[in-house]
T-cell receptor, first 115, second 116 residues
Framework: GENVEQHPSTLSVQEGDSAVIKCTYS??????FPWYKQELGKRPQLIID?????GEKKDQRIAVTLNKTAKHFSLHITETQPEDSAVYFC??????????????FGKGTLLTVNP | DGGITQSPKYLFRKEGQNVTLSCEQN?????MYWYRQDPGQGLRLIYY???????QKGDIAEGYSVSREKKESFPLTVTSAQKNPTAFYLC???????????????FGAGSRLTVL
């Protein structure tokens, strides 16, 4: 099955700095890579995603890059703010047979933005 | 509250007892999922269902069971066979299908199960 590795497990930055979280996946057939943000005590929510036919996608201060050859993708947050503090999860989607698809998540990165 | 409701929010169980967690969605989503969240372990898939009356085992299905008799409901039973059931359980749904947008997950608020 698919395996998703996420690094680092914790990341602390100063407000205004950039943060980068990296993930690798094992199955080259994976074709969709979302990122979820989970604030303390809240449910995970999608913040950005990318398909395998695209190399980069941006949404304001957030960007995701994908390297299919190396099977890794990264989340970039620029000009970090205290409200960016949360746990971030990467995931990959894989066809699991018939009409079934499933998302496999990484273990998460706790990002702390210090004022 | 986001269209997907989990209950109860907190649940305590004695060892050897089965317990059922409820998950209901009013989003008209075809696909529903159960994830288990443990500190440092991320979100691990227990079971998922792409359509009514059909479901598939995820990565950690042992000791769990599900049913999908209605489109809007996907209850999870934690059986006494689950060796370490204390965890935070998240239910999610999506429109389902092959396109990337169809797999955007909407999560419930979660249920925290504690085995005494």
């Amino acid at each position: 099955g698919e395996n998703v590795e996420q690094h680092p497990s914790t990341l602390s930055v100063q407000e205004g700095d950039s943060a980068v979280i990296k993930c690798t996946y094992s199955d080259s057939a994976s074709n969709y890579f979302p990122w979820y943000k989970q604030e303390l005590g809240k449910r995970p929510q999608l913040i950005i995603d990318i398909r395998s036919n695209v190399g980069e996608k941006k949404d304001q201060r957030i960007a995701v890059t994908l390297n299919k050859t190396a099977k890794h993708f990264s989340l970039h947050i620029t000009e970090t703010q205290p409200e960016d503090s949360a746990v971030y999860f990467c995931a990959s989607k894989l066809h699991s047979g018939g009409s079934n698809y499933k998302l496999t998540f990484g273990k998460g990165t706790l990002l702390t933005v210090n004022p | 509250d986001g269209g997907i409701t989990q209950s109860p929010k907190y649940l305590f169980r004695k060892e050897g007892q089965n317990v059922t967690l409820s998950c209901e969605q009013n989003l008209n989503h075809d696909a529903m999922y159960w994830y288990r969240q443990d500190p440092g372990q991320g979100l691990r898939l227990i079971y998922y269902s792409q359509i009514v009356n059909d479901f598939q085992k995820g990565d950690i299905a042992e000791g769990y069971s599900v049913s999908r008799e209605k489109k809007e409901s996907f209850p999870l039973t934690v059986t006494s066979a689950q060796k370490n059931p204390t965890a935070f359980y998240l239910c999610a749904s999506s429109t389902g299908g092959k396109s990337s947008g169809a797999n955007v997950l909407t999560f419930g608020a979660g249920s925290r199960l504690t085995v005494l």
